[in-house]
């Protein structure tokens, strides 16, 4: 049951775009972008740039045969700068050579003038100037202020959270090959091939049949090439509209680092009134999202973020109101959890400061307020077979949490220059695009003649294991060995109108598609065996372990020879199939609804030791209790898990982006962007798997996991926090995040 993707990874035999063989006089690409973060285009001079050896075509905005627009929600996106530039990295004109060397020499001759205009870079300034990208939205429910009325504490502040790098290890790229009558194919590393199809078709003022997406896989992708996978695969359709030529695009990973959007940074308001028992009664939240200089995804973003305001606790009067400001950044997008994790960092921010007023550790405030079953979450969803409580519990029982509380006491009493914090971090994540019509997916399966499989579907393979999962669905559903099936390549002319592989439910959504196409064979497989053995009922008849049983009873029949049989009786051995999700809808005049199909729960423990003289830290132990519903493939779930809880801890403790004001990335390189690695990691890692959890929604029963475990990684800012207390209770006055060793020196003598 191993990722059959894992020894070719080993191996480096595993093809991503830069190692397709090129076609013979492919093109390259040299992107030239603004160096500005704003201002109007006075001079665009490339007559030096022609003359160039090797160069074939330099594109500008006036060179675009269709629309300049490639905005997915809004359309305010140009895919190159026409008369102003609005962040620093905007592309402007594209060069394509024989060479990227002379691409990239060419492109530097380009001669640029502009009138600047002063930049924008933090949200709730944008927000002063009326720079927003949509009208705030709010969601509501019961009465904040009688709630606030009712309390016996009420408290307020203020938290900035910082953004972060994708950092995936394939860069932004793309390949397009030119065929006949202006029909191109493009081989692109996006999350989102149907996006790329469909801005492509747009720009080259052609129609989406004409264009090909193909994707193979992705070496990652975690939401910043769901959206922004794009423009590159736009220019390399375009280079090779206008000169019918193959052309390729592959970003260095300065370019990509300074060129592309991260998670959104937030600033946020927030307040808070308990009882004096600590009762959660009323809850207000204003998030000015920076969503850098276009909408992107940031409207759907942060709509996630306020579905999540409340995390996995019940509250009864909550207000939170979102505003997506513009700001003079590059786009900023999707990055695992959606907006989500921003919005529950909030919430246990506010919980921790209610602690610390109430005088009770803060977990007694979360365990207290934990959803229970038929809960209604604030948006209107009545909360469904809720798991938080057991995850709780078991995790406090399978882990010993009242011994790690007396440990860590101890160890505090005994040292001055070290101090550890635990912290809880339970969490609750729908499942479902918000956005309703995108839960949908599509499968073709065939069965060839000698009784392998082929499967294609609408999900992207980025690493996290949906082919696997996908083809132990389908040789379940067959009961043949997983040898037997393959996963073919993402392809829009074998699977069109894709959703983008996000919002964590590309198995749940593409499973159930191939669920359905293998079943469709199965029927038919069934209705001709009875036949062949002048039988009466298919219902009787079943496959198992390759071969054909009737009644119970083996027939003698073996998969690949009656799979032969089949094909000569000319039976039908392929299937097309669809998937909807059911039951889900939003209804936004009234921001209530039913818009997630399930929440995945958990909740994980973790452990921190700072180190008093130098602000190092160390996440010691993250212990998770996790509902995966019934797992498809455990191994790759567990990998799911340790690879989000690391990539949270990094979001939140490690990973700085600085910009100066003039909205130059400072942190522009991996010596100054620190991400975790192995020495960073968590010295330990126990995840214990939630028995006797069901999903009617999940394939097989099981649930989404790649991005809910990522919101883990909350737990280990509060436990840093928890164990600076113990060294100066006022160490925690400024919470910001992300709380690197720097700051969490500075604060522990009080210097900031
Ligand atoms: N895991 C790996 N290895 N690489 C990735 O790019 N992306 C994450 C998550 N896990 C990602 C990953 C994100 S952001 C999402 S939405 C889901 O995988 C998408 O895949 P799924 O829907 O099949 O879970
Ligand atoms: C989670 C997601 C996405 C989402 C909503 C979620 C996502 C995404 C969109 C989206 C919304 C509107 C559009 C569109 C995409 O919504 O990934 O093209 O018009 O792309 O809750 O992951
Ligand atoms: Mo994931 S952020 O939904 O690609």
């Known amino acids: 049951m191993k990722n ?23 093109l390259h690409i040299a992107v030239f972008d603004s160096k500005i973060a704003c201002g109007k285009i006075t001079k665009l001079n490339y007559d030096k740039v022609l003359s160039v050896p090797g160069v074939a075509a330099v594109i500008t905005a006036k060179d675009i045969p269709g629309e300049n627009q490639i905005g997915n929600i809004v359309s305010d996106e140009t895919i190159l700068a026409d008369g102003e530039v609005e962040y620093i990295g905007e592309p402007i004109a594209i060069v394509a050579a024989d060479t990227v060397e002379n691409a990239k020499a060419a492109a530097n001759l380009i001669e640029i003038e502009f009138d600047e205009l002063p930049a924008v870079t933090d949200p709730r300034e944008a927000y002063e100037k009326g720079n927003l990208i949509a009208p705030p939205q709010t969601f509501s429910d ?79 992708g975690f939401g910043g090439k769901e959206d922004q996978a794009t423009p590159w695969a736009v220019m390399t359709a375009l280079v090779s509209r206008l000169t019918g030529k193959p052309a390729k695009l592959i970003l260095s990973r300065q370019d990509d680092l300074r060129m592309t959007g991260k998670r959104h940074p937030y600033s946020a308001d927030y307040k808070i009134g308990l009882s004096r028992d600590g009762e959660i009664l009323a809850y207000e939240a204003t998030y000015y999202q920076n969503a850098g200089a276009c909408a992107d995804l940031s409207t759907a973003i942060l709509e996630r973020t306020l579905f999540h305001a409340t995390n996995s606790y019940f509250i009864p009067n909550v207000k939170t109101t979102g505003i997506s400001c513009k700001t003079n950044l590059p786009p900023n997008t999707a990055f695992r959890g959606f907006g989500g994790p921003q919005g529950m960092f909030v919430m246990e921010t506010a919980i921790y400061k209610a602690a610390e007023k109430l005088g009770v550790p803060a977990y007694e405030i979360q365990k207290k307020n934990l959803l229970k079953e038929n809960d209604s979450l604030y948006y209107g969803q009545k909360a ?41 971090m339970p969490i609750c994540f729908g499942i479902s695009f918000t956005s309703s019509f995108l839960n949908q997916a599509s499968a073709l399966v065939h069965v060839y003649t000698d009784g392998s499989v082929g499967v294609s579907t609408a999900a992207v393979e980025m690493g996290q294991g949906v082919n696997e999962k996908i083809r ?45 196409a293998c079943n469709n064979i199965l029927n038919r497989l069934k209705k001709f065996a009875a036949e062949s053995l002048k039988e009466d009922d298919p219902a009787k008849v079943e496959i198992k372990n390759e071969k054909i049983f009737y009644d119970g009873k083996e027939t003698g029949m073996n998969w690949e020879s009656f799979i032969n049989d089949a094909y000569f009786n000319r039976i039908n051995l392929a299937s097309h199939a669809f998937y909807a999700t059911p039951e889900v809808y939003f209804d936004r005049t009234i ?29 010691e132990s993250v212990d998770v209790v996790h509902d995966f519903g019934k797992s498809i493939n455990r191994q790759v779930d567990l990998g799911q898990v340790e ?28 010596s100054t962007y620190k991400i975790p690695d192995i020495f960073s990691a968590p010295k330990e890692m126990n995840v214990k798997f939630l028995e006797d959890s069901e999903n009617p929604f999940g394939p097989l029963n099981s649930k989404a996991i790649g991005e809910p475990p990522f919101m883990y990684g909350i737990g280990a800012y509060f436990a840093i926090m928890n164990a600076m207390k113990e060294y100066n209770p006022n160490a925690d006055k400024e919470i910001r995040a992300p709380l690197t060793h720097e700051r969490v020196l500075m604060s522990l003598k009080n210097l900031k």
Not at 189 to 212: C, D
């Open 472 to 516: 132990s669905v389908v040789s379940q559903t067959f009961s043949i060995s997983q040898e037997k099936v393959k996963m073919e390549t993402t392809n829009t002319t074998r699977v069109a109108n894709t959703s983008p592989t996000a919002a964590s439910s590309g198995a749940d959504l593409n499973g159930n598609a191939a669920l359905l």
């Open 643 to 670: 690879g989000a809880v690391v990539q949270g801890i990094g979001w939140l403790t490690m990973e700085e982006l600085v910009q100066n004001d003039e909205g130059k990335l400072l942190s522009n390189s991996l």
């Open 591 to 619: 921001n209530k609804g039913r818009p997630f199909a399930y929440h995945v729960y958990g909740t994980a423990i973790i452990t921190a030791e700072v180190d008093i003289l130098r602000g190092v830290c160390e996440i």
């Open 4 to 26: 059959a993707d894992v020894i070719n990874h080993v191996k480096g035999t595993s093809l991503f775009i830069d190692d397709f063989p090129a076609p013979e006089g492919v």
């Open 384 to 424: 469904e077979r809720v798991q938080a409580e057991r995850c709780w519990n078991e995790a406090a029982e399978e882990f010993n949490l009242q011994e790690k509380f007396a440990a860590v006491k101890e160890f505090n009493e005994k040292n001055n220059l070290r101090k550890k914090g635990v912290a809880l």
């Open 142 to 220: 019961g009465d904040v202020e009688k709630g606030f009325a009712e309390s016996d504490v009420v408290i307020d502040g203020r938290v900035d959270i910082g953004g972060q790098e994708h950092l995936y290890l394939e860069t932004q790229g793309a390949m397009a090959v030119p065929s006949e009558d202006g029909k191109i194919k493009i081989y692109s590393s996006t999350q989102s091939p149907t996006a790329v199809q469909r801005a492509a078709a747009k720009v080259l003022g052609v129609p989406m049949h004409k264009i090909e997406t193909d994707v193979l896989r992705l070496g990652g």
